[in-house]
């Protein structure tokens, strides 16, 4: 049994002072506001552990790296494919133990990591066909975070279009064979720290009467897909099967309540309407969707249709789960010019996925300082609005310390990681 006793900690109705959290094997077992001062002491405000709903772990190797003509999602998937040609499983390990390591030091405890780098250059497959798969696997159990590993089935170079060069390391020939290279993937869910998902990566990429094989072997598994992310995808789509991407999933048996659409950034009324009766969630990454100009998703219209929200950090251009809440709102203010358009609690739900510091609840939790220069002076219920990653002082996954005083536990000086392994790509 551990016991906690946090300054300030997040509850279901809120912030409380003084609380002590109870711990064993791996779960919260008790919480007592108004405790007297005990066991491990944690300064600050206690939160729910951080959920990362969307990530491309090799995307982090495009931060900080502008190209002068590149002035489109289109432009920028072309230096992505460069990083993308230069990886190997054991490059791959070392570059996403040290991704999933700055995750956790900004308080992720868990990462959905939408995974399409499957084969070795020309598609040639590795002996063990998913090598890449178990990079990240193990990539995730060094850095000590929860992982759902969706395996990405990717056919297509786009709607009627051949796969490139580069695409070949995606893609499997169809969907059947997409499923024999994944089904020895099932041994590695352990319902705990790993769990296996599938995806469908796009309307672009799989073509509509192949989506129904993936439905099928995904049944009862988190399903994902991108969707909308830009007005190219809605043309195409349109053109191609007369139906706009949403309808088209739709139509295809895609949309459901295990399903989440990344970005849904460009959509009809319609489409709202459809993933709310499907029950399907969706996946901001504002971050993200801003980096790359792709505009503001509607947020609010699918939240007040009753579609459940989430939030991501997909290409690493920041990993910072308090600017991906912030920019969920922000991007609100700005569209609606209406303040304070989700509520601090709304903003956590998103951030964490629902979840909470409750009794029997895993022992997932992170401690934001609030004695910073950012910090320094907030209400507690302002932390989402006011802090950054950097304000992460304590992280616990299921029950054990994974960062400590701002240290993670178990890898070391990852910033130096980061740069070697950035670096090697870069230049290969």
């Not at 230069?86 to 995974?115: C, N």
């Not at 695409?167 to 020939?173: G, H």
């Not at 959509?267 to 100009?293: H, K, M, N, Q, Y």
Request: hydrophobic share 45%; proline share 6%.
């Amino acid at each position: 049994m551990t016991t906690l006793w946090c300054e300030h900690a997040w509850l279901p109705d809120g912030p409380a002072d003084a609380v002590a959290i109870e711990v064993a094997d791996g779960r919260i077992t008790s919480l007592r506001p108004g405790a007297p001062r005990t066991g491990t002491v944690l300064p600050g405000v206690t939160l729910p552990g951080f959920a990362n709903a969307h990530s491309h772990a090799f995307h982090r190797a495009l931060r900080g790296h502008p190209s002068p003509d590149a002035r489109s999602f289109w432009s920028w998937r072309d230096d992505m494919y460069r990083v993308a040609e230069a990886l190997d499983p054991d490059s791959y390990r070392r570059l996403a133990t040290a991704v999933y390591t700055e995750m956790a030091l900004a308080g992720y405890t868990s990462v959905t990591e939408f995974h399409y780098l499957h084969h070795g250059p020309g598609g040639r497959p590795y002996d063990d066909p998913n090598a890449m798969g178990h990079a990240l696997v193990d990539a995730a159990a060094a850095a000590g975070i929860r992982l759902t590993l969706l395996d990405t089935c990717y056919l297509a170079g786009g709607i009627d279009e051949p796969l490139s060069a580069v695409q070949r390391r995606f893609a499997d020939a169809h969907s059947d064979a997409w499923i024999e290279r994944v089904e020895p993937l099932l041994k590695l869910d352990d319902g705990d720290r790993v769990r296996l998902g599938a995806a469908v990566h796009s309307v672009r990429a799989v073509p509509e009467p192949e989506m129904s094989g993936v439905v099928e072997w995904a049944a009862g598994w988190p399903l994902h897909v991108h969707l909308s992310e830009q007005p190219a995808e809605n043309e195409a789509c349109l053109a191609a099967y007369g139906r706009t991407p949403t309808a088209l999933l739709d139509y295809a048996g895609v949309l459901g309540p295990d399903t989440v659409a990344v970005h849904a950034t460009h959509l009809t009324t319609d489409d709202i309407d459809r993933l709310a009766a499907s029950g399907t969630r969706v996946c901001l990454c504002p971050t993200t969707e801003r980096d790359l100009g792709d505009g503001i998703g509607p947020a609010s219209q699918l939240h007040d249709a009753g579609v459940g929200l989430l939030l991501g950090s997909d290409s690493q251009a920041v990993v910072d789960p308090f600017e991906e809440a912030r920019g969920m709102e922000m991007h609100e203010r700005l569209a609606h010019r209406v303040r304070q358009r989700f509520s601090p609690a709304q903003l956590l739900d998103a951030a964490a996925d629902g979840a909470s510091l409750t009794a029997g609840a895993p022992a997932d939790l992170v401690t934001v300082a609030l004695d910073s220069v950012r910090t320094a002076g907030i209400a507690p219920v302002g932390v989402l609005h006011a802090a950054g990653a950097a304000d992460v002082t304590d992280v616990m996954v299921g029950g054990r310390w994974v960062v400590r005083g701002r240290v993670h536990q178990g890898v070391d000086r990852p910033a130096a990681a980061l740069a070697a392994e950035i670096t090697a790509l870069r230049e290969a």
